[in-house]
Each structure stands twice: as C-alpha cells, then as structure tokens.
C-alpha cells in the first residue's frame, strides 16, 4: 500500500527565510505533485515531477524528485508572505493520487 | 484554463435526508474524483471515475454513491445523510495523456469546494 509522509506538518518562519519541505512515499510511483491551498480555497496545481532528478523551480519555490530515494523536496528562497498557505505533495497510483497530509506554511513578516 | 464547477459552496441538510452534490467539468476530462477533506487528515478519495458509467471506489466509499451519465458531470450523493459526513468535499478532473492506454500524468483540476454541514 502506498502512503506518503510529508514533514513539518506545520512551519512558521519568517520572510527572507529559506526552508524545505520533504516529501516522503512508500513505494515506487513514475509520477510526484506538489500543490498550494489557500484558506478557504480549493487546490492549486503547482508542479509536475515525472522522473528522477527532475527540477522545477517557479518563482521563490523548487521542487525536485528523487525516485530512488522515494523523496521530493519544495524549496522555499527568501520566502515572503504571500507564500503562505498549505502545501501538499501526492504521489501517482494508477488511476489515483495518495496525498500527504499537508503543510501549513505561515511565514511572518 | 480548465473549469471544474462544484454547484454549492455552502450546504446545510439533516440526518437522514439524500444529498446530492454536482461536479462539472468543461474540458473534456476523462478522469474525474470526488474527495472529501478534513481538517488533519489530508484529502481522502471517496470515489472516482475515468470513463462514463464507469466508476470505482476510492479509500472510504461507505455511506456513499456516485453517477456518471455524461462525460462533464459527476455527481455524489449521500444516501441517508449523517453527522460524520459533515466535511468540505472537492471534486477534482484530469485528461489521461494517453488515451486508450491508462496514461495519468496530467495534474488533477480542482473545484471550489463544497462545505457540507449534516445537522
């Protein structure tokens, strides 16, 4: 059974900070996401990962894939307010995606 | 830009009643999902579908149908509605890259999201 761990569950930190978020699944997948979600609001799509290695960077966040480490990251450079938000990671099951549990990004001015 | 309308924002019903909730997508999506979430506990997948008609159970079915009569429109519904099903429910679609073959690269579109409160 696939599952996906994502950690911090919860980072406060302030602008002009950088910090990572991890995404951890359990078993092999050809396919990695990453979405944000504002309160109230719904999902986002933010990046497509498809293949180990791959990198893809839009704005103040990067995200990579390492499938052999079963790991992706989100980068966060110099962050700023407006970044705040929930982000989640989901990783490729057939037809479906298992989801992590979300992190809530605060970042402080 | 792709479109996927949820046909309530905000709901409010009571125990026992049948509650239908309408997703339609405007750009011809094969793939289509109903989710509900809650707060901790990520987004969970009731049921899905990726042709008409067809349809299959996600991780928490129970308590819930769902019908796919068109392409564009997939609708769940609950059939004896309860207090633990109160929840925000998204619906979200996806385009298969490769028809035909299961190709699923494509992100999930998401709705706006329906609020549900079982009173």
């Known amino acids: 059974e696939l599952k996906v761990e994502q950690n911090p569950l919860f980072l406060s930190m302030q602008e002009g900070k950088n910090y990572t978020i991890y995404c951890n699944y359990s078993?092999?997948?050809?396919?990695l996401y990453w979405y944000r979600q504002d309160p109230g609001k719904s999902l986002e799509s933010l990046f497509v990962?498809?293949?180990n290695g791959a990198v893809k960077q839009e704005g103040r966040l990067m995200a990579s894939l390492d499938t052999k480490a079963r790991l992706s990251t989100l980068h966060i450079t110099a962050a700023v307010h407006d970044l705040s938000a929930t982000y989640f990671c989901?990783?490729?099951?057939?037809?479906?995606?298992?989801w992590g549990a979300g992190t809530k990004l605060i970042i402080k001015p | 830009d792709v479109k996927v309308t949820q046909s309530s924002r905000y709901l409010v019903k009571r125990t026992g009643e049948k509650v239908f909730l309408e997703c339609v997508q405007d750009m011809d999506h094969e793939n289509m999902f109903w989710y509900r979430q809650d707060p901790g506990l990520g987004l969970r997948l009731i049921y899905f579908s990726y042709d008409v008609k067809m349809k299959e159970k996600g991780d928490i079915p129970e308590g819930y149908s769902v019908s796919r009569e068109k392409k564009e429109r997939f609708s769940l519904i609950l059939e004896s509605a309860s207090t633990n099903q109160t929840s925000m429910y998204l619906c979200?679609?996806?385009?298969?890259?490769?028809?035909?073959?299961?190709?699923?690269?494509?992100?999930?579109?998401f709705g706006d999201g329906t609020r549900l409160s079982i009173l």
């Open positions: 990962l498809l293949s």
């Open positions: 078993t092999t997948s050809d396919r």
């Open positions: 979200a679609s996806s385009s298969s890259t490769s028809p035909g073959t299961g190709g699923h690269n494509q992100p999930q579109h």
């Open positions: 989901a990783v490729g099951s057939n037809y479906q995606l298992i």
